[in-house]
């Protein structure tokens, strides 16, 4: 018998989409149901934290996950990956030569933050690189559900990827920005984010979504274009961007 998305822990944003707001990081994790395929946008900052979501998304679908999205290579985001064995993994462009060398570095913040020194380790050791890259759009099928992958980047890390799920039934479409928006606080710039490049990121992010979708954050609440716009004006002012 299957679990409802409520049930599961998970918010229902439409007819076969949902997310679940992680705790610890309250980093957002995604998912799209078709008829012969489920797609996960994150996964956890820990294997437990995978192997969780996994079993969460086979009570709801009644079936495995079988797509990986990943929105951006930090630990929070992709650790929990190596949980998905035999999944098609998706990533953008240079994402797959990136997180190789970046594995260390993934362990010290995820221990930084509070993550079990040896969870960090295990899940840095079983690091997955993405089988397959995006450098503009892609689209995958779920079976009587597609699903756009686009690569809006560079902005919050030099690979960002979002995903848009159009809207059926009457539900509106939903756009995952990884972190390239965030609502619970002021959108994190670390040493790899691109600031020159991130408004532009977000004009193109709304320019995908259109007025009407919905966008969920890579931590906090589900917002609206008028709060993407506002978030990318602030941060045209912070960054000293320019905009024509």
Do not use: K
């Not at 599961?8 to 439409?14: K, R, S, V």
Request: with cysteine.
């Amino acid at each position: 018998m299957r679990t409802t998305w409520e049930e599961a822990g998970w918010e229902e944003l439409g007819a076969g989409v949902g997310r679940r707001r992680m705790p610890g990081w309250d980093e957002t994790v995604g998912a799209v149901v078709g008829a012969t395929g489920v797609l996960i946008v994150d996964t956890g900052a820990t294997l437990r934290d995978g192997a969780r979501l996994r079993r969460e998304l086979r009570g709801i679908a009644g079936r495995d996950v079988t797509h990986v999205a990943l929105t951006h290579p930090h630990f929070d985001h992709v650790l929990g990956a190596a949980a998905f064995a035999g999944v098609q993994v998706f990533g953008a462009a240079g994402l797959d030569t990136y997180l190789p060398l970046a594995r260390e570095e993934l362990r010290r913040d995820a221990v930084s933050y509070g993550v079990d020194p040896d969870a960090a380790a295990e899940a840095a050791d079983l690091l997955v690189r993405p089988h397959h890259l995006v450098s503009g759009e892609r689209t995958l099928d779920l079976g009587g559900r597609q699903v756009l992958l686009a690569n809006v980047g560079p902005g919050h890390t030099a690979h960002d990827l979002v995903v848009l799920v159009p809207g059926t039934h009457g539900s509106p479409e939903v756009v995952f920005c990884g972190d390239l928006v965030e609502e619970s606080g002021e959108p994190q710039a670390g040493p790899d984010a691109v600031p020159g490049q991130w408004p532009a990121a977000l004009d193109r992010l709304l320019a995908l979504g259109g007025e009407d979708a919905v966008y969920v954050p890579g931590h906090g609440a589900v917002v609206d274009a008028r709060y993407v716009r506002e978030q990318r004006d602030a941060l045209s002012r912070r960054f000293g961007v320019s905009r024509r």
